[in-house]
């Protein structure tokens, strides 16, 4: 053990930073002393040399004090405070006696009122996150960083500065008592007489002082040469702080993830339930909003009732209307004309007029689909569909991924299609091309889980690839969906006959009844 604290002094004493004087004191120290075996976990020795570990000291210190700086800076909570006085300092629950104090006002059925208690109760509980959080966050790492910084490093590098000094003192002394070894020899040279006796006296008195630092040394050396073996053995442990800091701060976040997850998916339960939305982009109580699954098995429809209406009406006035699903039509149209189709109104007449209201109307429903009409199942499919650069591969990719549709969607989707690609027969006039089709309605036909089936949500590869595919069923449309569509598949549709609209794109077989002029129908059991 001496061996080793000998050669950590030794290695110490010849660093650059100790002074040249202080470097003489390693002829005390024999040549064999350079290494000293550390054992690791696996107990195979390492060569380890003092002043790698001596130059960590500093270097140490000052991390820890920073970063305890810094992290006490972070503490929202009075820190040292307890549980129940440290939460009542919080920010967050502030916030929440703000929202209890509002929602006390309001009508406890009101959306708004809801809202405001739910977020009461949510901030309430991430506060008690954050102090259980802040609390771990003293115990486990403040404390320890700010006694490493304060105590345990300072204290080695103290017993350095001493060790320093003491061997300054030593080197001073032995200076001193070669110099009186040298006038006592010159004064027992000259013969006996008082000068001999004091030299010789001062002598002693210089061997008694130097063997006193001397002592001092060594045990000073002692004290250090345990504090360096005290800090390296426990490194790994200061290491843990900071690896302990990340951990603590992941479980704030899950748990704070989780509390949010589990309320938003409750108050958005509520809200649905309660209040509707006066967005245009939001679903209408109807048929709005509601599973295409659902829809068809309670009207027992082929194909959805708001597709086939709004394709009907554009059939018969929208074919020519140029920028057709690009050009937005009026908030107040376009909400009335959603109303009347979620409601079953057959009071359509009026919007004949105006194709682009139904265009966003169809726009509107496939948007607002739980799931999008190709499904998120086959997501991954499509976008891999899109890189393919092989055209007849991409067909047929396409056909394969098509028949793996649900037979609800494919149908729909199957007459979606082949009514864009009739509005792409009139490119000319209507300016809506393939890939301009593609563009406009493509994100609302199909979006990932994880983007809510908000358009602005997806990323511009996800974009260009949904673009892709469906400008790629429009042009296959043929080959992909064979056969014709009998657009008025219900035979519920007629448009009315004093709109002095063109006949393009109307149905090829009528209806065996013809409804009045005036107004176009919906059966009765589905009004």
């Given at each position: 053990?001496?061996?080793?604290?000998?050669?950590?002094?030794?290695q110490?004493?010849?660093?650059?930073?100790?002074t040249?004087?202080?470097?003489?004191a390693t002829?005390l120290?024999?040549?064999?002393?350079?290494?000293?075996?550390m054992?690791?976990?696996?107990?195979?020795?390492v060569?380890?040399?003092?002043?790698?570990?001596?130059?960590?000291?500093?270097?140490?210190?000052?991390a820890?004090?920073?970063?305890?700086k810094?992290?006490?800076?972070?503490?929202?909570?009075?820190?040292?405070?307890?549980?129940?006085?440290?939460?009542?300092?919080?920010?967050l629950?502030?916030?929440?006696?703000?929202m209890?104090?509002?929602?006390?006002?309001?009508?406890?059925?009101?959306?708004?009122?809801?809202?405001l208690?739910?977020?009461?109760?949510?901030?309430?509980s991430?506060?008690?996150?954050?102090?259980?959080?802040?609390?771990?966050?003293?115990?486990?790492?403040?404390?320890?960083?700010?006694?490493?910084?304060?105590?345990?490093?300072?204290t080695?590098?103290k017993?350095?500065?001493?060790?320093?000094?003491?061997?300054?003192?030593?080197?001073?002394?032995?200076?001193?008592?070669?110099?009186a070894?040298?006038?006592?020899?010159?004064?027992?040279?000259?013969?006996a007489?008082?000068?001999?006796s004091?030299?010789?006296?001062?002598?002693?008195i210089?061997?008694?002082?130097e063997?006193?630092?001397?002592?001092?040394v060594?045990?000073?050396?002692?004290?250090?040469?345990?504090d360096?073996?005290?800090?390296?053995?426990?490194?790994?442990?200061?290491a843990?702080?900071?690896?302990?800091?990340?951990?603590?701060?992941?479980?704030?976040?899950?748990?704070?993830?989780?509390?949010?997850?589990?309320?938003?998916?409750?108050?958005?339960?509520?809200?649905?339930?309660?209040?509707?939305?006066?967005?245009?982009?939001?679903?209408?109580?109807?048929?709005?909003?509601?599973?295409?699954?659902?829809?068809?098995?309670?009207?027992?429809?082929?194909?959805?009732?708001?597709?086939?209406?709004?394709?009907?009406?554009?059939l018969?006035s929208?074919?020519?209307e140029?920028?057709?699903?690009?050009?937005?039509?009026?908030a107040?149209?376009?909400?009335?004309?959603?109303?009347?189709?979620?409601?079953?109104?057959?009071?359509?007449?009026?919007?004949?007029s105006?194709?682009?209201?139904?265009?966003?109307?169809?726009?509107?429903?496939?948007?607002?689909?739980?799931?999008p009409?190709?499904?998120?199942?086959?997501y991954?499919?499509?976008?891999?569909?899109?890189?393919?650069?092989?055209?007849d591969?991409r067909?047929?990719?396409?056909?394969?991924?098509?028949?793996?549709?649900?037979?609800d969607s494919?149908?729909?989707?199957?007459?979606?299609?082949?009514?864009?690609?009739?509005?792409?027969?009139?490119q000319?006039?209507n300016?809506?091309?393939?890939?301009?089709?593609a563009?406009?309605?493509?994100?609302?036909?199909?979006?990932?889980?994880q983007?809510?089936?908000?358009?602005?949500?997806?990323?511009?590869?996800?974009?260009?690839?949904?673009?892709?595919?469906?400008?790629?069923?429009?042009?296959?449309?043929?080959?992909?969906?064979?056969?014709?569509?009998?657009?008025?598949?219900?035979?519920?549709?007629?448009p009315?006959?004093?709109?002095?609209?063109?006949?393009?794109?109307?149905?090829?077989?009528?209806?065996p009844?013809t409804?009045?002029?005036s107004?176009?129908?919906?059966?009765?059991?589905?009004a």
């Amino acid at each position: 053990m001496m061996k080793r604290q000998f050669n950590r002094m030794r290695q110490q004493l010849s660093h650059p930073n100790i002074t040249i004087r202080a470097q003489e004191a390693t002829e005390l120290l024999s040549e064999d002393l350079l290494q000293v075996p550390m054992v690791d976990k696996m107990a195979s020795p390492v060569p380890f040399f003092c002043p790698q570990i001596e130059q960590r000291i500093e270097p140490a210190k000052r991390a820890a004090h920073s970063v305890s700086k810094r992290l006490q800076a972070c503490l929202q909570g009075q820190c040292g405070t307890e549980m129940d006085k440290r939460v009542k300092k919080l920010p967050l629950m502030a916030l929440s006696m703000a929202m209890a104090e509002s929602f006390k006002d309001l009508d406890t059925e009101s959306s708004l009122g809801k809202a405001l208690e739910m977020g009461c109760c949510i901030q309430s509980s991430l506060a008690k996150i954050m102090a259980e959080f802040e609390i771990a966050l003293e115990h486990y790492v403040l404390h320890p960083l700010n006694k490493l910084s304060e105590e345990e490093l300072p204290t080695i590098l103290k017993h350095k500065k001493t060790l320093q000094k003491l061997i300054s003192d030593w080197n001073t002394i032995k200076s001193r008592l070669n110099q009186a070894a040298k006038n006592s020899s010159n004064s027992t040279g000259a013969g006996a007489g008082p000068g001999a006796s004091s030299a010789a006296n001062k002598l002693e008195i210089l061997k008694e002082e130097e063997e006193e630092v001397k002592r001092k040394v060594e045990q000073c050396k002692d004290e250090y040469m345990a504090d360096l073996y005290h800090f390296s053995t426990k490194e790994d442990i200061y290491a843990s702080y900071f690896i302990k800091l990340l951990e603590i701060q992941a479980q704030y976040h899950r748990q704070s993830l989780e509390s949010l997850d589990s309320a938003l998916a409750e108050l958005r339960e509520s809200h649905r339930q309660t209040e509707p939305s006066f967005t245009t982009d939001t679903p209408v109580a109807g048929y709005y909003g509601v599973s295409l699954e659902t829809h068809l098995k309670s009207l027992g429809r082929e194909i959805a009732l708001p597709i086939e209406a709004c394709v009907m009406m554009l059939l018969a006035s929208g074919m020519k209307e140029e920028g057709l699903f690009r050009l937005a039509a009026g908030a107040s149209v376009l909400r009335k004309l959603k109303s009347s189709l979620a409601s079953g109104s057959n009071a359509l007449e009026e919007f004949y007029s105006d194709p682009h209201a139904v265009a966003g109307a169809l726009k509107s429903y496939l948007r607002e689909l739980p799931q999008p009409l190709m499904t998120f199942e086959l997501y991954d499919e499509w976008v891999k569909v899109a890189s393919l650069k092989d055209s007849d591969s991409r067909v047929q990719s396409l056909r394969d991924t098509c028949s793996r549709l649900p037979q609800d969607s494919y149908n729909n989707l199957r007459y979606l299609i082949k009514f864009l690609a009739k509005l792409a027969e009139h490119q000319e006039v209507n300016k809506m091309t393939p890939s301009n089709i593609a563009i406009v309605l493509g994100p609302n036909l199909l979006w990932s889980q994880q983007s809510t089936g908000d358009p602005m949500q997806l990323d511009l590869a996800s974009v260009s690839s949904i673009q892709a595919v469906v400008e790629a069923l429009i042009q296959n449309v043929d080959t992909l969906f064979p056969g014709e569509v009998d657009f008025n598949v219900s035979g519920m549709f007629m448009p009315p006959t004093n709109t002095g609209l063109c006949k393009t794109g109307l149905v090829e077989e009528p209806p065996p009844a013809t409804p009045p002029a005036s107004t176009p129908t919906l059966l009765d059991g589905e009004a």
